[in-house]
C-alpha cells in the first residue's frame, strides 16, 4: 500500500467526556470532500494517549465505517509497551484500520536495538503495513537512520512519518533508504522543503482545517509544478504555525470550536486554549474569511 499526498490527523471531536461521532462524521464527510488522500486516526491529534483503549478502537472503527473504504485509514496504535502496541495493532486490524502508525515507545528511551526489535515484533503480528513515526519532542526517543534503513528491509514498513524538522535528517533518510520507504512530513511548516527533497506526503494538523489547500499544495508537488505547490504551502503557514502556540491538539481543537465544526471538549492533562491563543485564531481565521 501507498500512502501518499495529504493525510489528516484528524482530531478526536468529544461531548459530555465521550468521543462525539456525530462530529467525527461530518467532519471526515468534509476531509473527503476536499480530496484529502488519507484519514490518521487516533494520533497524537487525536489525543491517542487519553482515551481508553475501547474508546480508541471506537474511534478507528467508526472512521472506517465512515471512510467506507473512500480513502485508507491509518490506525495510531502505538505504545510504549511492545504487548500494548502489538495488541493494539491486532485489535485495529479488526476493526479494519488500512494501516497502523507506529510511534516510538515514549519514557523507556530504548536503545537503537530495542527499537528495532519492538517495531519487528509489531510487524510480525500483524499483516497491515506500518507507517514509523519519530518525534523525539514528545517520546525523548530518537530513531536513528540506520535503524529506519533496518526496518525499510521489510516491505511492512511503507513509509516514516518524521517530525524531527531536520532537513538534513530528511536528506540522510532518502539517501540511504532510496525507495525502500516513502518519506513522510510530521510538520506542517516541513511538508513543501521535504516533498522538495524527494518526500511523498504530509500527515498534517492544519488540514483539520483547511484541507483543501493542503491536498493543492500536495498535488501541484506530485507533478512536480513547485511555483503552484510554494504558493499553496505559503496560503495556510501563518494559520499553521497558530496550531502549535500551545501544545497540539489544544489550538487546533480551539479554531474548530471557534469555527463551529467541533464542541470545545478536551481531555487532561491537556486544557482548553488560554484566552490568547483563542484571540490569535479569531483574527487569523477571520483575516482569512473563515469568519
Not at 485489535?91 to 510511534?103: E, F, I, M, R
Amino acid at each position: 500500500m501507498k500512502l501518499q499526498g495529504a493525510m489528516t490527523a484528524i482530531v478526536t471531536p468529544m461531548k459530555d467526556d465521550a468521543p462525539d461521532f456525530d462530529a467525527l462524521e461530518a467532519l471526515l464527510e468534509a476531509q473527503i470532500s476536499a480530496g484529502i488522500h488519507a484519514i490518521v486516526a487516533v494520533g497524537t491529534t487525536g489525543e491517542s494517549a487519553t482515551l481508553s483503549v475501547p474508546e480508541h478502537l471506537s474511534v478507528i472503527e467508526a472512521t472506517v465505517r465512515i471512510a467506507a473504504g473512500r480513502v485508507p485509514v491509518v490506525a495510531g496504535a502505538g505504545g510504549n509497551s511492545t504487548r500494548e502496541a502489538v495488541a493494539l495493532s491486532q485489535a485495529s486490524a479488526k476493526v479494519g484500520a488500512d494501516a497502523l502508525l507506529q510511534v516510538t515507545p515514549y519514557y523507556n528511551k530504548p536503545t537503537q536495538e530495542g527499537l528495532y526489535q519492538h517495531f519487528s515484533a509489531i510487524a510480525a503480528a500483524t499483516d497491515l503495513p506500518i507507517v514509523l513515526y519519530n518525534v523525539p519532542g514528545r517520546t525523548s526517543c530518537d530513531m536513528h537512520v540506520e535503524t529506519v534503513a533496518r526496518l525499510a528491509e521489510s516491505d511492512k514498513f511503507v513509509a516514516i512519518k518524521d517530525a524531527t524538522g531536520d532537513m538534513r535528517r530528511a536528506s540522510e533518510i532518502l539517501t540511504l533508504c532510496g525507495d525502500s520507504i516513502d518519506l513522510l512530513s510530521g510538520d506542517d511548516f516541513t511538508a513543501f522543503p521535504l516533498l522538495a527533497l524527494g518526500g511523498k506526503g504530509t500527515i498534517s494538523v492544519v488540514s483539520n482545517i483547511v484541507p483543501d489547500r493542503v491536498v493543492k499544495m500536495c498535488n501541484a508537488a506530485e507533478k512536480g509544478d513547485w511555483v503552484k505547490a510554494r504558493k499553496h504551502h505559503y496560503s495556510y503557514q501563518a494559520l499553521a504555525s497558530l496550531l502549535f502556540v500551545e501544545s497540539n491538539p489544544i489550538p487546533v481543537k480551539a479554531a474548530m470550536e471557534i469555527l463551529g465544526t467541533i464542541g470545545p471538549e478536551i481531555r487532561l492533562p491537556l486544557v482548553p486554549a488560554s484566552d490568547a491563543t483563542r484571540a490569535l485564531l479569531r483574527k487569523q481565521l477571520t483575516s482569512e474569511g473563515m469568519l
